[in-house]
């Protein structure tokens, strides 16, 4: 069974960064895509980036793009989320996702696995 686990979250000021990880276990994932998804309260959950693990060709958010970076590391398999240049409008629960997407990975129902989530926040 694929198990993802997140880290890295936590209370950030306006401008600062942080890095969050998901560390993923339990399969082979050369066919997988991971993504990061976040959802602020009343809102919906929404894509933030991704990434196709066999090849590292990433995807972004056009609101994240230029400040967030996707990355992997196939030796620890783990995906990585730095995000730079952060503002209260990026406080929400983020979430790691994965799975064999064969539509739009820009939605979150392309994704059969996820992770608890992590949450994040900046002050102003």
């Known amino acids: 069974q694929v198990q993802l686990v997140e880290s890295g979250g936590g209370l950030v000021q306006a401008g600062g960064s942080l890095r969050l990880s998901c560390a993923a276990s339990g399969r082979t994932f050369s066919r997988y895509t991971f993504a990061w998804f976040r959802q602020a309260p009343g809102k919906e959950r929404e894509f933030v980036a991704a990434?196709?693990?066999?090849?590292?060709?990433?995807y972004y958010a056009d609101s994240v793009k230029g400040r967030f970076t996707i990355s992997r590391d196939i030796a620890k398999n783990t995906v990585y989320l730095q995000m730079n240049s952060l503002t209260p409008e990026d406080t929400a629960v983020y979430y790691c996702?994965?799975?064999?997407?064969?539509?739009?990975?820009?939605?979150?129902?392309?994704?059969?696995?996820w992770g608890q989530g992590t949450q994040v926040t900046v002050s102003s």
């Open positions: 996702a994965t799975g064999v997407v064969m539509g739009s990975l820009h939605h979150r129902y392309a994704y059969n696995y």
């Open positions: 990434i196709t693990w066999s090849d590292g060709s990433t």
